[in-house]
């Protein structure tokens, strides 16, 4: 099967687990039966809002939803009624080392629900002084590679680089220096290595960066090789302000090889408070993630031709 992916990529990110059920719902531990039902319930809230944007114009065939087994409830069935992409994660939530969350089940959970993309969260500093680490994600990440090619199945990686102790102290302990002077460089190492150990990827899931040459040039990384030259990158949100979100997209929306986003957060999070704190009805709560939704694919569609 042939690597990348040919089109635009709109994708509205709801398959936070463990950071969704304390972050939003402050639970601990496991959930109840109700819990789980109120989560549910909120994740297909969210959903409605994807509905509400297309409603309101957006592409259906340009839009997907990044949405978990474990709460999505029947959204992933409803995506494809709705003719969106559907991705799906194989990772455990909230590890610091990646693991899969069915272990060597993954692959039937991926038959189960077919999405188009399995997607991973993984941190990975090619600098991190745990090598041994670093190793262990490798060789599962290429189990995954292999598996998803040998199925003729896309592979989205969402790629973060936490700072190193030392890394930090040589901007000063200023993460935005981090995040600015060393992030780019260190990302684009990480993509080679994983690359040069057979993780083939067909969309890079790529923190938002501050400079379109950066830009640029992990686009060109992920591109590089033999047999990649579909291969593309889109946006995450990273729960950034809107200015913050807005000024990525602005960067990276021009560079070939960029064809889209992937935001959580920014979307839903007010909308999703005020509905639990019953201070907003649901109808205006959808409305409100869908009017997000829109304004970013606006900001991206109109910086492409810059």
Known sequence: MALGYDGKLYMLAFDH???????????????TPEQIEAICDVKRLIFEGAVEAVTRGAD????????????????PARAREHGFKLAMPVEKSGQREFDFEYGEDFGAHI????????????????????????ERQRQRLKTLSDWLQTHG???LFELLVPATTAQLERVGGDGRRYDTELRPGLMHAAMKELQDRGVEVDVWKIEGLDKREDAAML????????????????????AGSDEQVDHWLAEAAPVEGFVGFAI???NWWGALKGFLLQSLPREQARDQIASNFLRFIDVYERHEAY
């Open 17 to 31: 687990r463990g950071s969704f059920q304390k972050d939003l719902f402050g639970i601990s531990g496991d959930p």
């Open 153 to 155: 199945r896309k592979f």
């Open 219 to 238: 686009a060109e990384q992920a591109r590089s090789g033999q047999g990649r030259e579909g291969v593309v990158c889109i946006v995450l949100g990273r």
């Open 60 to 75: 259906p065939s340009l839009m997907g939803v990044l949405v978990d087994e474990q709460f999505g409830s029947d959204i």
């Open 264 to 266: 959580g957060r920014s």
């Open 111 to 134: 038959d189960r629900f077919d999405p188009d993309f399995s997607k991973v969260l993984v941190r990975y500093n090619p600098e991190d002084e745990d090598q041994e680490l670093n």
